[in-house]
């Protein structure tokens, strides 16, 4: 059974700070979303990583998949309360299939 | 909107009791997931399809939940004999065949009695 572990499971900082959070498996996967999950709505599809060793930049959000395609990390700069959120990712092992969730990293930025 | 549309957005019911929802993909996705999400939990895969014919259903999905698409288009998800502990948010996304990136919708709340 393919599994992702998330970490830190909650984060509270203040507006301003930056904050790593940190997705990992034993498993290789083909490829790794990030979704960002506001209370009482779906996942918001953040981005896609493909390339071992890939790096993605939206904005204040750089997105990392390792070199073995076995774990990813999320950093944001300046944090600001309009990202508090749940942050998940998920891993696919072919195009089209089936997603393999993280149990997710409740995010909190206060002002 | 074209994006992800499912209904009903919540619905309570009384345990034993049947429910079904519905879910309308992205107009050109010919394929449908359907994942269940319990709180402080990431989605759990339920079932897919790739236009009318179901490609995959996880061990999750006990005899007692159905899913349909009949025409290749919207999808249903029904639940017999409801039970508490089907209480969860019913996610449903699509995406295009052999494509890495799944949109969902809103999904719906389902509170069992």
């Known amino acids: 059974t393919q599994l992702l572990e998330q970490s830190p499971q909650f984060l509270s900082i203040q507006e301003g700070e930056n904050l790593t959070v940190y997705c990992n498996s034993s498993s290789v996967f083909s490829s790794l979303q990030w979704y960002r999950q506001e209370p009482g709505e779906g996942p918001v599809l953040l981005v896609t990583v493909v390339t071992g060793g890939e790096v993605k930049k939206l904005k204040r959000l750089t997105f990392q998949f390792g070199d073995a395609r076995k774990d990813s990390s999320l950093h944001i700069t300046a944090a600001q309360p309009g990202d508090t959120g749940l942050y998940l990712c998920a891993g696919a092992n072919n195009q089209g299939g089936k997603l393999i969730f993280g149990q997710g990293t409740e995010l909190s930025v206060k002002p | 909107d074209t994006g992800v549309s499912q209904d009903p957005r919540h619905k309570i019911t009384k345990r034993g009791q049947n429910v079904t929802f519905r879910c309308d993909p992205i107009?050109?996705?010919?394929?449908l997931y359907w994942y269940r999400q319990t709180l402080g939990q990431g989605p759990e895969f339920l079932t897919y399809f790739q236009n009318e014919a179901q490609l995959e259903k996880s061990r999750l999905l006990s005899d007692r939940f159905s899913a349909e698409r009949p025409k290749g288009s919207f999808s249903t998800l029904e639940i017999q004999r409801t039970e508490q502990g089907d209480s969860a948010m019913y996610l449903c996304?699509?995406?295009?065949?052999?494509?890495?990136?799944?949109?969902f919708g809103p999904g719906t709340r389902l509170t069992v009695l």
């Open positions: 107009s050109e996705h010919n394929r």
């Open positions: 996304a699509s995406s295009l065949s052999g494509g890495r990136e799944q949109f």
